[in-house]
């Protein structure tokens, strides 16, 4: 069983709805929560970071993280075709002398003009 | 400001020949991650470069080495190609070691034939 899981999509939408990606894991030691955008052929772009459980919000994006479900997500309002990537859940446990990150195997979004 | 820079941005190798990628940091990091992402995978942990020594590494054979100059830069090596090594070759910059937040170059793609 992977640490990170991910469905792989693809997830078509139209233009103008309300995205919702997710992850489950299953290490408890996870603390700290990512998520990245990968356009085709480039490297990932970090949207947003959380640490624990929680929300954040920032503009059209708000990731939750749910620890007692080991389960995270990130929504996406008023979908864009220059949203239309791979989006990638990253995770990392705290303490230790560095910064691993265990990746999902990311969701690759079409938003539809 | 800079962000991560990654060189070349890709190359065709064959097998049983060797590699070497180079990565330059974001201005103010000082801490250096390679990551390898095969194709519709997430990218997967090799290794992490503090104060010029690799401080932890992933499930990758020795075949795989780095090393970070004074100046924080870093290079992976690979030797004796294999045709599973064909990947692409991130870098990531982080403030630390212990930072969560870590900053992606666009990546080496490298092919094995």
């Known amino acids: 069983q992977k640490e990170v899981e991910q469905d792989p999509g693809p997830l078509s939408v139209p233009e103008g709805a309300i995205v919702s990606l997710n992850c489950t894991y299953s290490?408890?030691?996870?603390?700290?929560f990512m998520w990245y955008r990968q356009y085709s052929r480039k490297g990932p772009e970090l949207l947003m970071y959380?640490?624990?459980?929680g929300n954040k919000e920032d503009g059209r994006f708000t990731a939750q993280v749910d620890k007692s479900s080991k389960y995270i997500s990130l929504f996406i309002r008023d979908s864009q075709p220059s949203d239309s990537a791979t989006y990638l859940c990253a995770m990392s446990a705290r303490g230790g002398a560095t910064n691993k990150l265990i990746f999902g195997t990311g969701t690759l979004l079409a938003v539809q003009p | 400001d800079a962000g991560v820079t990654q060189s070349p941005t890709h190359l065709i190798k064959t097998r049983g020949q060797q590699v070497t990628l180079r990565c330059s940091p974001k201005?103010?990091?000082?801490?250096v991650s390679w990551y390898q992402q095969a194709l519709g995978q997430g990218p997967q942990f090799i290794f992490q470069?503090?104060?010029?020594?690799?401080?932890q590494r992933g499930n990758f054979p020795d075949r795989f080495s780095g090393h970070q100059f004074p100046n924080y830069s870093s290079e992976l090596n690979v030797n004796a190609l294999l045709l599973g090594d064909s990947a692409l070759y991130l870098c990531a910059s982080s403030l630390s070691a212990g930072a969560y937040e870590q900053y992606f170059g666009p990546g080496t793609r490298l092919t094995v034939t």
């Open positions: 470069y503090y104060e010029e020594e690799e401080r």
């Open positions: 959380t640490y624990s459980s």
């Open positions: 201005s103010g990091h000082d801490t």
């Open positions: 290490n408890s030691a996870f603390q700290y």
